[in-house]
Each structure stands twice: as structure tokens, then as C-alpha cells.
Antibody, heavy 118, light 110 residues
Framework: QVQLVQSGAEVKKPGASVKVSCKAS????????IHWVRQVPGQGLEWMGW????????NYAQKFQARVTMTRDTSINTVYMELSRLRSDDTAVYYC???????????WGQGTLVTVSS | QSALTQPASVSGSPGQSITISCTGG?????????VSWYQQHPGKAPKLMIY???HRPSGISNRFSGSKSGNTASLTISGLQAEDEADYYC??????????FGGGTKLTVL
């Protein structure tokens, strides 16, 4: 069965970076883009960007363009999202999600809570 | 890219029908049939309910339906049940190959 398993919760200080992983299983890893979506506590979903696991190509939301990097390691079917220069308002649950075409996100990871606090 | 516009809250009684709207523009909803809807219960990951405006994934009840007119997409839930109480989000593909979510709608089943 399709599964996306994310890394565990993180606590970071302002100005630091965080790297969240998302390990895929149960399907052809290279065949589906992976998106990253975040949710600040008590707020809505916010799209951050996507990565093509086959080519490594990426497309980021303008808001995060200067601070986010998405990468992948095809040898272990894992994608990564690194967010730099963290601020307190980056405290959120970060999700990875699979995109079967360009139309939707059909499977989601369990979410990773990133807390930014001094 | 601005967020799509959804009502903050809707409510209905068990058995009734409700509709949640999602308004975008000509660079997203208006130009593409790639609107999807997600249900999210507290503390859980979102769940895909509708894709490509009106298609239901396998296992999703036919009480959930989607439609689109111009720049506005809609999710209709018929025969409301207590377990439908959740937050609902729309999402659209955009002209820059990005995606955009709506602000979310809290559904209360009275």
C-alpha cells in the first residue's frame, strides 16, 4: 500500500534551518511529484512547492522561494524539504503529499511538527 | 498568488445538504479543471474527497459531489452525517504550475 512516512518533530531556534524527510513506499517513487504543505496551528493549509523525484525539478511558492529547498534521494525513495532562516511564525505542521497527475494530492504523510522558539 | 476564497463556516442539520464555495480567478479555477477538495479532522492529515472538479476517489461516499462555474468551484455534501463535521479546503492548479489552497471552511453538523 502507498505510504508516506515523515521524520519526527523538531525544535529549532530562530535563524536556524530544518530539514524534514518524507519516505515513500508502495509505488513507483519516480513517477509522482511530491508536494509540501504546511499548517500553522489553528490556521489553514498553505502550499509550499513540489519536487519531481525523477528529474529533481522543483517549483516553489513565491513566499518561500528564498528560503526553501526540496531535494530527493532516489536510492532510498525519500524527498526532503529544508527551510532556512526560521522565524517563530514558521512554527507549523509540515506535510508531504503525493500528486498522481497535476490534479490533486491523493496520499499524505502523517505530518511533522516544527517548533521555532528561542 | 492569493488564497482562494471560502466561507469561514457553514452548518447544517443531519440529513440536510450543504454547499461550500471556493472562488478564485482566471489564472486558477477559471482556467483549469484541476480543483480538488480535502476534508480534515482535528489532528489528522487532510483527506482527498474530490479531484478534477467533480471526480470522487475510490471509497469516497457519493454524498460528496463537486462542480464548477466560471471562477467558482463548489463542494456539496448531501445527507449530512455527524462524521462530516470537519474542516474543508479547496485547492487549484494555477497558470504558473503552482497550487493554491482556499482558506478553509469549518462545517458544523447541528
Amino acid at each position: 500500500q502507498v505510504q508516506l512516512v515523515q521524520s519526527g518533530a523538531e525544535v529549532k531556534k530562530p535563524g536556524a534551518s530544518v530539514k524534514v524527510s518524507c519516505k515513500a513506499s508502495g509505488y513507483n517513487f519516480r513517477a509522482y511529484n511530491i508536494h509540501w504543505v504546511r499548517q500553522v496551528p489553528g490556521q489553514g493549509l498553505e502550499w509550499m512547492g513540489w519536487i519531481n523525484p525523477d528529474s529533481g525539478g522543483t517549483n516553489y511558492a513565491q513566499k518561500f522561494q528564498a528560503r526553501v529547498t526540496m531535494t530527493r534521494d532516489t536510492s532510498i525513495n525519500t524527498v526532503y524539504m529544508e527551510l532556512s532562516r526560521l522565524r517563530s511564525d514558521d512554527t507549523a505542521v509540515y506535510y508531504c503529499a503525493r500528486d498522481p497527475s497535476i490534479s490533486a494530492f491523493d496520499y499524505w504523510g502523517q505530518g511533522t511538527l516544527v517548533t521555532v522558539s528561542s | 498568488q492569493s488564497a482562494l476564497t471560502q466561507p469561514a463556516s457553514v452548518s447544517g442539520s443531519p440529513g440536510q445538504s450543504i454547499t461550500i464555495s471556493c472562488t478564485g480567478g482566471s489564472s486558477d479555477i477559471g482556467d483549469y479543471n484541476y480543483v480538488s477538495w480535502y476534508q480534515q479532522h482535528p489532528g489528522k492529515a487532510p483527506k482527498l474527497m474530490i479531484y478534477e472538479v467533480s471526480h470522487r476517489p475510490s471509497g469516497i461516499s457519493n454524498r460528496f459531489s463537486g462542480s464548477k462555474s466560471g471562477n467558482t468551484a463548489s463542494l456539496t455534501i448531501s445527507g449530512l452525517q455527524a462524521e462530516d463535521e470537519a474542516d474543508y479546503y479547496c485547492n487549484s492548479y494555477t497558470s504558473t504550475s503552482t497550487r493554491v489552497f482556499g482558506g478553509g471552511t469549518k462545517l458544523t453538523v447541528l
